[in-house]
């Protein structure tokens, strides 16, 4: 038994050195790369076992040729060979232990001594292959164990379990743990061969030997370099590769967390990474947020179904979009475009979630000030349908829109309305100076307000108030005009009465006057007439009186006219039967009638109509106006008198077939002193006005040029 003892070759040790640290530093690179690229993630880690494998079985072989004496040796290459992988196997072993996804606390542990009994394993079976007898000095064994496994505790423990340390942001880490990895193979083997005590022996040529020991060194230096270049390229052709994916994998990550609010959670919904816009915008610091789950910003605005739902469609490994408001840790509410991307592991479920997100607060609040808006306008809408006709109209006064009102009091339908102009409900009562002067106004941008008597689709007239408001366009020339219009048509009717009785208040005053000073003259001048009468014998002289004696009881007529202005006579109203007080009216009138061949025909619907009225003044409406009736047909005609009771309301019509009124003229009909006819006062028509409007009853009259006029009498009735 004797220790190995001798003389190193320093080119074979420095070769063997620097040989084993390129395999180490091509190692520790493709190693560190496993948590970057999961695609080559196998390749990857059998390239840097058969690497290190590659530089331990070098150190040790080459280590061992460097001994006195080596010339001497014998080689078995099976064995050598079974060194090699042996070597491999526990590189193999370490490096997984320590760069699986989901290790211990004794990962560092275990893949050091499967380091460990790497080199160990390839020094043992390595002297087997060189034939040579030995045994282990255990003291200087277990120091050599023990150091090795410390050293390559240590690089695992910089490499991948030290918080404080980062390979992407610190390029020196690779270099150092190839350092250290070399100095703990070389160590490990000076120490092994220190220990070992051999005896050598030399077997003869046997098969599986080789005796040009030269030849056999060279060839396996140049395999050796041949395999650590191969490794060697393609770590760098890698490690290149890898580059570039990472600085185009930072700047979109760079460009992401510019523009979008990032997290990244594990399957159960834990928060393990999220940007600075996450942390800006929650309020929230990185550390409060790692570890826990999005119900830290839960807002309570949506339903437990909303969630329930994104989380069924996310754990099936489909992208879940939608937009969600969340609470920031100040308590404001925020609003997020979400877009939830599940990854999926090789069984299928996902094993992370990213969610990338926009703010979309800004939006979401114009959209509530816009439904505001909206609902502000509808409501304003509502509004002024309700009350107002509106229609807009385009900058050629084309009808393009109608609110319900308009049809309802044009009596046209939307339909006959769009795409017409206001033509349609033109009455002809404005002169055209009068819409001339009304679109000069709007065509030039200013807002015009009058009043306008419209017709009807059925003939009807009706006022409106109207505003005209034209819309500009950015040329300052307006694209469209809105017209609210309201109705004002009672108004105009009361204006109207109220005229009428401003002027009947005028006569009134005029009659009292004038009744008075004229009366008593007139009863003498009648007194003396006849009393001349009575004694004159003269036929000529009588009938000069007589005409005498008409014109004095003309007169007296219209004083009597003046004296019911100007002091009304007080109503008696008796319960009578219209139908035969219009019998009556019509006998009287009968024969003058048929001296101008008119035609008269009574209709009632009922044999008896009551009414609380004064006879003898509604003897005298209806006189007045059967017989203007029948002066209007002077060449003869049909007059039509009909009776009817409709809700409680006794129409009264009398219809001739005469020369009609003219618009103009008809408006001014009941008015004191105006009259159609030659020898007329016009206050005949203006008191039975008057004596109907004492019944609570109103007059309308239609009349058409040529066809006739309708004079139409509303009463009361009485209630049987």
Known sequence: ????????????????????????????????????????????????????????????FIGMLTIDGAESFHYRIPLILLSLIVGIIFV???????????????????????????????????????????????IILIVALVLMCASFWFVFWM???????????????????????????????????????????????????????RLFIYFVLFLSIVILIGLISSSAFISRKLAITDTNLKDITAALDESSIVAITDPKGKITFVNDKFVEISKYQREELLGMDHRILNSGYHPRSYFQQLWKEISSGRVWKGEIRNKA???????????????????????QYVAIRHDITNRKLAEEKLKESLKEVNDINFAL???????????????????DKFCEISKYSREELIGVDHKILNSGFHSKAYFKELWSTIGNGHVWKGEIRNKAKDGTYYWVDTTIIPFMNEKGKPYQYLAIRNDITERKKTEETLHRQDKLAAVGQLAAGVAHEIRNPLTSM???GEFLLEDETDPQRREFIEIILDEIGRVNTIVEDFMVLAKPKVVELEEKNIVKIINNVLSLLEFEARKKNVKMSFEANEDIIQIECDEDRLKQVFLNFVKNGIEAMPNGGEL???????????????????VGIPEDKLKKIGEPFYTTKKEGNGLGLMVSFKIIESHQGKVYIESEINKGTTFNIILPAKTA
């Open 329 to 351: 840790k100040d308590g404001s509410f925020y609003w997020v475009d979400t877009t939830i991307v599940p990854f999926l592991g090789k069984n299928g479920k996902p094993y």
């Open 385 to 403: 349908d309700q009350s107002s006709i509106v229609a807009f109209t385009d900058e050629k006064g084309k009808i393009t829109k109608v609110n």
């Open 640 to 658: 039509t008198v009909k009776v009817s009771v409709e809700d409680n309301q006794v129409q009264i019509s009398i219809q001739d077939t005469g």
């Open 92 to 138: 193999g072993l370490a490096f997984y232990t320590v760069t699986k996804h989901h290790f211990h606390k004794t990962s560092l542990l275990l893949g050091s001594i499967f380091m460990t009994c790497a080199v160990l394993f390839v020094h043992l079976v390595g002297m087997l292959g060189l034939e040579i007898v030995f045994s282990y000095d255990p």
């Open 1 to 60: 038994m004797e220790e190995i003892i001798g003389s190193y070759n320093p080119i074979l040790i420095f070769s063997a050195f620097i040989l084993t640290i390129m395999a180490s530093y091509t190692s520790m690179n493709l190693v560190a790369m496993l948590h970057t690229s999961e695609r080559n993630r196998r390749f990857l880690l059998i390239a840097g076992t058969l690497s290190m494998g590659v530089g331990i079985w070098l150190m040790n």
């Open 526 to 528: 009648k007194g003396y």
């Open 159 to 213: 490499l991948f379990f030290a918080k404080n340390f980062s390979v992407s942001h610190r390029i020196w880490m690779k270099p150092l743990a190839a350092l250290v990895l070399t100095i703990a193979i070389v160590e490990g083997h000076f120490l092994l061969v220190k220990s070992a005590e051999i005896i050598r022996f030399k077997i003869t040529d046997p098969i599986g030997n080789i005796s040009d020991e």
